[in-house]
């Protein structure tokens, strides 16, 4: 079974700061690769950060140095903690699974997504 379960999201001021959490099926764990995307509002959804299996991390470079992506296997999760949010980190927020090419934050590369969690920053 395919399943991919955000949480976390809320509406913090700038500066503040947020975990997410993506709850995944055994199945979706094991792709090789898995990350996080966001779409704000009249945009398209692009790369945030992914995490493959060997635990090698990419990020996109808005958010390098406040963002930190990380999972527990034990527990089939995957995490995002964003530190120092602005207000251009509004956004809907989507865990995704996919192939080894995973880390180039291509949207292609991503086969199952999740419903996705809102986050707000306010001024």
């Known amino acids: 079974e395919v399943q991919l379960v955000e949480s976390g999201g809320g509406s913090v001021q700038a500066g503040g700061s947020l975990r997410l959490s993506c709850a995944a099926s055994e199945y979706t764990y094991s792709s090789s690769c898995m990350g996080w995307f966001r779409q704000a509002a009249g945009k398209e959804r692009e790369g945030v950060a992914a995490i493959d299996s060997d635990g090698a991390t990419s990020y996109a470079d808005f958010v390098k140095g406040r963002f930190t992506i990380s999972k527990d296997n034990a527990k089939n999760t995957l995490y995002l903690l964003m530190n120092s949010l602005k207000p251009e980190d509004t956004a809907m927020y989507y865990c995704?699974?996919?192939?080894?090419?995973?880390?180039?934050?291509?949207?292609?590369?991503?086969?199952?997504w999740g419903q996705g969690t809102q986050v707000t920053v306010s001024r």
């Open positions: 995704a699974a996919g192939g080894p090419f995973g880390l180039v934050l291509d949207l292609a590369d991503f086969d199952y």
